[in-house]
């Protein structure tokens, strides 16, 4: 009979790094920010920047834009090589971080820095201000929403535009896809990361509620956490309204950020409204 085997000392360390209910997923972006551009379609960027620029010229607005929701400025930085003062606001303070580097890299500058979009208060005003990659779900409670617009209205110029990039939900309650690997990537440091997603819909009360079970290896260690934040469900007419009611006037809808993504319900993955302040 042989002995038992001894683990080897290159065995993995498994620690649970504990779990988040609500907060937006700040600790979910803390822990992925690093490797955030890199987890996601990188034609995400080249399209976005594309479908932006092709807004700004048909709209005839100047060069100041504000991106309250700007995350790694990953989507602003080829706007800022075209010529545009990009200001970029985030509330995580991680991807502000990797935002300063990626500037830094890409050898421009611009002013970005920690706020949150519903106290943003920066003294001045914007030809667009962007909130994009479902930020604006975030704000499940109606005070938050209307705090908000409000911020948004006060920081742009008259007949500037408003270009809110939110998650279509009602393609999602119509083709449920709420059990999923969300995330399978390994970094060229080794890092492996894996999310799953464990969501669930609240009709009746309009939200949605996304669980992210995420497992990061590096080296010999293995962290596990679970994140929890609910997300406001918006529908096309209810959105307008509230533009209109916060003093915006809606122009146009689209189903991505990129040209040619016709909007339509059931189908389109994002809901992208441009809108005019009145």
Same mark, same amino acid.
């Given at each position: 009979?042989? @002995?038992?085997?001894?683990?080897?000392? %290159?065995?993995?360390?498994?620690?649970? +790094?504990?779990?988040?209910? @609500?907060?937006?997923?700040?600790?979910?972006?803390?822990?992925?920010? =690093?490797?955030?551009?890199?987890? !996601?379609?990188?034609?995400?960027?080249?399209?976005? +920047?594309?479908?932006?620029?092709?807004?700004?010229?048909?709209?005839?607005?100047?060069? &100041?834009?504000?991106?309250?929701?700007?995350?790694?400025? #990953?989507?602003?930085?080829? /706007?800022?090589?075209?010529? !545009?003062?990009?200001? @970029?606001?985030?509330?995580?303070? $991680?991807?502000?971080?990797? #935002?300063?580097?990626?500037?830094?890299?890409?050898?421009?500058?611009? &002013?970005?820095?920690?706020?949150?979009?519903?106290?943003?208060? /920066? @003294?001045?005003?914007?030809? #667009?201000?962007?909130?994009?990659?479902?930020?604006?779900? !975030?704000?499940?409670? %109606?005070? &938050?929403?209307?705090?908000?617009?409000?911020?948004?209205?006060?920081?742009?110029?008259?007949?500037?535009? /408003?270009?809110?990039?939110?998650?279509?939900?009602?393609?999602?309650?119509?083709?449920?896809?709420?059990?999923?690997?969300?995330?399978?990537?390994?970094?060229?440091?080794?890092?492996?990361? $894996?999310?799953?997603?464990?969501?669930?819909?609240?009709?009746?009360?309009?939200?949605?509620? #996304?669980?992210?079970?995420?497992?990061?290896?590096?080296?010999?260690?293995?962290?596990?956490?679970? &994140? =929890?934040?609910?997300?406001?469900?918006?529908?096309? =007419?209810?959105?307008?309204?509230?533009?209109?009611?916060?003093?915006?006037?809606?122009?146009?809808?689209?189903?991505?950020?990129? /040209?040619?993504?016709?909007?339509?319900?059931?189908?389109?993955?994002?809901?992208? +409204?441009?809108?005019?302040?009145?």
């Amino acid at each position: 009979m042989k @002995g038992r085997q001894r683990s080897s000392d %290159s065995s993995l360390r498994v620690r649970f +790094s504990g779990s988040e209910h @609500g907060k937006a997923h700040a600790r979910w972006y803390r822990i992925i920010a =690093e490797h955030y551009d890199r987890l !996601y379609d990188p034609r995400r960027v080249t399209r976005a +920047s594309a479908f932006l620029r092709y807004l700004f010229h048909r709209h005839a607005i100047g060069r &100041d834009v504000l991106d309250v929701a700007c995350g790694t400025f #990953a989507i602003d930085l080829p /706007l800022v090589k075209r010529g !545009y003062q990009v200001v @970029g606001r985030d509330r995580s303070e $991680a991807m502000i971080r990797v #935002a300063r580097r990626n500037l830094q890299t890409a050898g421009v500058t611009a &002013d970005v820095d920690r706020a949150e979009m519903q106290s943003l208060h /920066l @003294g001045r005003r914007f030809d #667009a201000l962007l909130c994009l990659g479902t930020a604006f779900n !975030y704000l499940a409670s %109606s005070a &938050d929403v209307h705090k908000a617009l409000r911020n948004f209205r006060d920081h742009i110029r008259p007949k500037g535009l /408003l270009v809110l990039d939110l998650t279509n939900f009602d393609a999602w309650i119509q083709h449920p896809n709420n059990v999923r690997a969300e995330v399978d990537y390994r970094s060229v440091d080794g890092t492996k990361i $894996a999310i799953f997603a464990f969501n669930e819909q609240d009709v009746r009360k309009g939200i949605h509620h #996304a669980r992210f079970l995420t497992v990061v290896q590096r080296r010999h260690r293995t962290d596990i956490g679970f &994140d =929890e934040a609910p997300l406001r469900i918006w529908k096309k =007419e209810e959105l307008a309204r509230a533009l209109r009611a916060a003093g915006f006037r809606p122009l146009e809808w689209w189903g991505d950020l990129r /040209l040619g993504a016709k909007y339509e319900r059931s189908q389109s993955p994002r809901i992208v +409204s441009v809108s005019s302040s009145r």
